[in-house]
Structure formats: structure tokens, C-alpha cells
């Protein structure tokens, strides 16, 4: 049903003859249920009757362990943000970005302070990890980029910033069928 259903009205003010129409808004609702100890909460944020994120606090303490997100709005939850420590701080997102029921992109915070110290991806959408940044330093930049061109499921390629500048610049190929500048 539409908002703009008259039918769906809620206020009528008189404005000299016209009639404006205040239609009812759902500006959606959290269902907090207890199974087993947990507390968990379903919200629907945008009214639509899909879940927008299912919250899983696992020994109510009333900080979230883990939450299911429908991050683009597509009536899938197809995130997950997970908090294995219970500090209130995700120390890990796992998503699936191109909605094939696999997880295609990591990301962790290893040293818990709130900045991602590791990103790892599917570019190629194969359900296999090729891509992976790493700050090692956890200074906030990429220092290790571990590249696996050939699909395979092993490196071919490491790359890192061996002069710690925030620039990566030393290229080791670790199959040198991957290295483009060396002759076949």
C-alpha cells in the first residue's frame, strides 16, 4: 500500500478549502527477543518488512558479539560484523559483495584499534581469497600486498614497502610465470 493511499491518512488540517493530508509513516521497529541466554535484535530501519540488521548479543551483557547487516538495501544481510573480544569494537567484517552466498571481502582489526590492519579479497568473484593488504606496522597504511594472479590458490606475487614511506615498492614474484617483465 502506497503512503500516498488516502485511505492510509492519519491528520487532516483545513487550509481554507483545500485539505492537506498528513499520510502515516513506518519508520520500522527492533524486535528484541531472549533465546538460551542471548538477547538478539531484528531491525527493520526503513519500514520495508526486511530485516536491516540482526544483532546477536550471546551473553547479554549489552554489547553486540555479532551482526548480520543488509548493507545496500537489498532485503539480503549479506555482512556480517563480528566482535570476538566483546570490547564493543568489531575486530572483523566479512561481506559478501556480489550476492553469491560467498564471503568475497575481509577485513580485521587486529590490534584493535579501530582501523582495518588487514584486507582481504576475491577481485575475480571465484569464491577463492587472491588479494590481500596488510599494514604489518599497524600505522594505518599497506605496507604487504600478497597477489595471487594465476587463480590458483597460491601467492604469485608479494609486493611490499621495504623503505616504510606509505609507498609499496619492492615487487617479488613468487611464481615467475607472473612476472610480466621476465621472458616466458
Request: charged share 30%.
Given at each position: 500500500?502506497?503512503?500516498?493511499d488516502?485511505?492510509?491518512d492519519?491528520?487532516?488540517?483545513?487550509?481554507?478549502?483545500?485539505?492537506?493530508?498528513?499520510?502515516?509513516?513506518?519508520?520500522?521497529?527492533?524486535?528484541?527477543?531472549?533465546?538460551?541466554?542471548?538477547?538478539?535484535?531484528?531491525?527493520?530501519?526503513?519500514?520495508?518488512?526486511?530485516?536491516?540488521?540482526?544483532?546477536?548479543?550471546?551473553?547479554?551483557?549489552?554489547?553486540?558479539?555479532?551482526?548480520?547487516?543488509?548493507?545496500?538495501?537489498?532485503?539480503?544481510?549479506?555482512?556480517?560484523?563480528?566482535?570476538?573480544?566483546?570490547?564493543?569494537?568489531?575486530d572483523?567484517v566479512?561481506a559478501?559483495?556480489?550476492?553469491d552466498?560467498?564471503?568475497d571481502?575481509?577485513?580485521?582489526?587486529?590490534n584493535?584499534?579501530?582501523?582495518?590492519?588487514v584486507?582481504?579479497?576475491?577481485?575475480?568473484?571465484?569464491?577463492?581469497?587472491?588479494?590481500?593488504?596488510?599494514?604489518?606496522?599497524?600505522?594505518?597504511?599497506e605496507?604487504?600486498r600478497?597477489?595471487?594472479?594465476?587463480?590458483?590458490?597460491?601467492?604469485?606475487?608479494?609486493v611490499?614497502?621495504?623503505?616504510?614511506d606509505?609507498?609499496l615498492?619492492?615487487?617479488?614474484?613468487?611464481?615467475?610465470?607472473?612476472n610480466?617483465y621476465?621472458?616466458?
Open positions: 500500500m502506497s503512503e500516498y488516502p485511505s492510509h492519519t491528520h487532516v488540517e483545513d487550509h481554507g478549502g483545500d485539505q492537506y493530508q498528513e499520510p502515516e509513516h513506518d519508520y520500522g521497529t527492533t524486535i528484541e527477543t531472549h533465546v538460551h541466554g542471548a538477547t538478539i535484535y531484528t531491525t527493520d530501519a526503513d519500514g520495508d518488512g526486511h530485516a536491516d540488521e540482526v544483532a546477536i548479543d550471546s551473553d547479554s551483557d549489552g554489547i553486540i558479539d555479532r551482526a548480520y547487516e543488509d548493507t545496500d538495501h537489498d532485503g539480503q544481510l549479506e555482512t556480517l560484523v563480528v566482535d570476538s573480544d566483546d570490547d564493543g569494537h568489531a572483523a566479512y559478501d559483495t556480489n550476492h552466498g560467498r564471503v571481502d575481509v577485513q580485521l582489526d587486529r584493535e584499534d579501530g582501523v582495518v590492519d584486507h582481504a579479497q576475491d577481485t575475480n568473484h571465484d569464491g577463492v581469497i587472491d588479494t590481500v593488504h596488510v599494514d604489518r606496522d599497524f600505522d594505518g597504511r605496507d604487504l600478497i597477489v595471487d594472479s594465476n587463480e590458483d590458490g597460491r601467492p604469485d606475487v608479494v611490499t614497502d621495504t623503505d616504510g606509505g609507498v615498492d619492492t615487487a617479488h614474484y613468487v611464481d615467475p610465470h607472473a610480466p621476465a621472458s616466458h
